[in-house]
């Protein structure tokens, strides 16, 4: 039974036709897989690169804008919050009224937040209009996966899948640099400023290039108790796992959202079993490959997303690098994503996606092993060994993943897939900057008091120890003004010491979620659906 009314004109006995509708090859710039692989590139480059920009800004947002900890914290986690919470619907949006229309309101309303968040001058604005992003970006992505997925003929899709995930690498990666040069020459504001051009070229090259492409058998009602009660169950999940470090994870108010979070999960799942046209049909999930592709993408954010978050504070905070410096230094993990992912997306052309999956999931977890192991003085030449051992490990998961999830799925709904894809990234990038998150402010502050005391330093109030501890969580040496350079030095030295022990603990966590990612990998195979576009039908 089902209060939804759909048009498919098929009864309940009939079956709707496998076959997509026949289309012309491309003419000239409208729909020419290449030139639309180029076009998708630069809206997929935009949003990839806000996800990790936005780390090297933020302690220069922190002290132009006199930001605590958690509220940087949620400079991330706002984005990735709206992404996660909207990503699957958004895909189903492209389903339903076409990819090239949800791709070209998304980059026009994300270059538009971007612009509003430059000229933001509170922490609060900020935030809002970075949820905004996320929003936008949500309706962009898979959008983007869903035109190529039925652009590209199938002995293609493969490769543009490849060098699709090679770009959302390369930018993930590279945001890191070029925010490094844009703080340091120009400003902060000059990060979210960048995406205003590069939208606008987004969107230009879509008008002109991007054909609208649609399966015959591709959704015709929309499912809205389904989207409201899936967007519930994503928000209270990763609103509790945001809040808990803030709560505690004692408390009943994280309990009581994770409580939420399940019911209305369980709701979900019911009322898709129920109703004519599904947001996420279940049967989706009985595909062990792609389900292993989800929970993949999951794990790896956790250990990616989360470490870099802290890398940053290490790098520009207790090395005191610049901005610029702190970019160069993860250049060994951005130039390795670059050149891993076609080395990747070749051999899981040849090998299937099992092997270098596994892989690269163990190449992380020996990577973040080694992060643990960075101390105050470590060299570069240390640091540079383990971040491009880290870029060769998540090269494969970044293109792998997406062709076992995207291939596993069926033609009519490559959105979903795609948005079931960056949904497990965002939340498990959410997902890591929390829990690491949490990781570190505890072993911060389990460990402060008696590194204070045993180096001799003045008794601190408890206020003044929370202070204390909420700068040093960021690697920022507590050291009031008016203070003797000696003892200025031993509050420094604490200061680092503690950072650094909360960061390879927060390290270690993230290498034994790789190390789990690695038998999760061996679960995947090479998607069986991965039909390209030559049949598919166009408007």
């Not at 491009?388 to 959105?415: D, F, Q, R, Y």
Request: proline share 5%.
């Amino acid at each position: 039974m089902t209060s939804q009314t759909t048009l498919d004109a098929t009864g309940p006995g009939d079956t709707a036709p496998e076959a997509p509708l026949e289309s012309p090859p491309a003419a000239g710039l409208r729909g020419h897989p290449w030139l639309t692989l180029i076009t998708v590139a630069v809206g997929v480059m935009m949003v990839a690169l806000d996800g990790t920009i936005v780390a090297i800004a933020n302690p220069a947002i922190q002290k132009d804008l006199g930001a605590t900890f958690a509220q940087v914290q949620w400079i991330t986690n706002g984005y990735f919050l709206a992404l996660a919470v909207s990503l699957i619907t958004a895909g189903k949006l492209g389903d339903r009224f076409g990819h090239r229309q949800t791709f070209l309101i998304g980059v026009t309303g994300f270059a538009a937040a971007s612009g509003a968040i430059g000229l933001s001058h509170s922490i609060a604005a900020v935030v809002s209009f970075r949820v905004f992003q996320g929003l936008f970006g949500a309706l962009l992505m898979p959008a983007a996966l869903g035109l190529l997925r039925a652009t590209f003929p199938a002995e293609k899709l493969n490769m543009a899948i490849g060098i699709w995930g090679m770009v959302i690498g390369a930018s993930t990666a590279g945001g890191p640099i070029l925010g490094g040069v844009l703080v340091e020459h120009v400003n902060w504001q000059s990060v979210f400023f960048i995406n205003v051009p590069v939208g606008a070229l987004a969107l230009i090259l879509g008008v002109l290039i991007l054909r609208d492409h649609r399966a015959e058998n591709a959704p015709r009602s929309f499912d809205l108790l389904g989207i409201a009660l899936l967007s519930g169950a994503m928000f209270c999940l990763v609103w509790a796992l945001i809040k808990a470090p803030t709560w505690g994870w004692g408390d009943g108010r994280t309990w009581l959202f994770i409580g939420a979070s399940v019911a209305l999960f369980a709701a979900f799942s019911f009322w898709e079993t129920r109703v004519a046209e599904p947001l996420i049909p279940l049967g989706l999930f009985r595909s062990v490959p792609l389900s292993a592709g989800v929970v993949l993408m999951v794990l790896m954010a956790i250990a990616f997303m989360g470490g870099l978050f802290f890398v940053t504070f290490y790098l520009q905070n207790v090395h005191g690098m610049s901005p610029i410096d702190a970019g160069l230094h993860l250049l060994p993990l951005t130039g390795m994503m670059i050149v891993g992912s076609p080395l990747a997306g070749a051999a899981i052309t040849k090998l299937g996606p099992r092997i270098p999956l596994a892989g690269g999931m163990a190449a992380t977890a020996i990577a973040m092993y080694g992060m643990s192991t960075l101390k105050a003085d470590t060299g570069s030449g240390v640091m540079s060994i383990w971040f491009a051992l880290l870029g060769l490990g998540l090269a494969p998961v970044m293109v792998g993943a997406t062709e076992v999830i995207v291939g596993n799925a069926p033609m009519e709904l490559s959105g979903v897939a795609g948005g079931l894809q960056q949904a497990a990234m965002q939340i498990g990038g959410s997902l890591g900057t929390a829990v690491l998150g949490a990781v570190m402010a505890s072993k911060v502050d389990s460990d402060l008091p008696g590194n204070w005391t045993g180096a001799g330093l003045p008794q601190l109030t408890p206020g003044q120890l929370g202070k204390a501890s909420e700068a040093v969580q960021v690697g920022v040496a507590p050291v009031p003004k008016g203070v003797p350079d000696q003892i200025a030095a031993k509050i420094a030295e604490v200061a680092h010491h503690t950072f650094i022990s909360g960061m390879s603990l927060a390290s270690l966590v993230a290498a034994g979620v790789a190390a789990v990612a690695v038998l999760v990998a061996l679960l995947t195979k090479r998607g069986a659906n991965a039909e390209g576009g030559a049949g598919v039908g166009h408007i």
